[in-house]
């Protein structure tokens, strides 16, 4: 009997090794956006707590604030019909660099709210945080330190 399910767990993992090879998608995330009532808050808000320069455009009755991106994923605060901030829905996880504490113990003082605080995932994870942006967004910030 013992063989039988270790047959079965090796089975199983040739498979999903098979699948992960096959797939398609380095990421799953593209981009990004955050909704503003306050075009111009949300760009200071952060702006601030990341200490950037957000380059913000107007486009087709949206005004679009791109966060700088090299490499990597991109995003955008925008303002406009139908960008309403939520604390429900989907949660992003924006880089919080080295430490996320640098960017989290910037957050109440750019208008918005920690709530909760830095929080070990394990060794291979990291640390992760969650926070409401000027806006009423919930976010989180992960590090790996």
């Known amino acids: ?7 079965k767990d090796k089975i199983k993992q040739a498979n999903l090794l098979k699948l992960k090879e096959q797939s398609v998608f380095k990421n799953f995330v593209t981009w990004f956006e955050i909704p503003a009532y306050n075009h111009y808050r949300s760009v200071a808000f952060y702006n601030f707590i990341y ?30 019909q139908g960008c ?28 918005g709210r920690v709530v909760m605080e830095k929080s070990f995932l394990s060794e291979t994870s ?8 000027s806006e009423g967004n919930r976010l989180a910030l992960h590090s790996k330190h």
């Open 126 to 133: 990291g640390y992760f945080a969650l926070f409401i942006d």
């Open 51 to 80: 200490g950037i320069e957000i380059t913000s455009v107007e486009l087709n009755g949206f005004a679009m604030g791109f966060f700088p991106a090299e490499n990597g994923i991109g995003g955008a605060i925008v303002t406009g």
């Open 84 to 111: 309403v901030p939520s604390e429900i829905g989907p949660l992003i996880y924006l880089n919080g660099g080295h430490d996320l504490n640098d960017v989290l113990s910037k957050v109440n003082e750019a208008g």
């Open 1 to 7: 009997m013992g063989s039988t399910v270790n047959l």
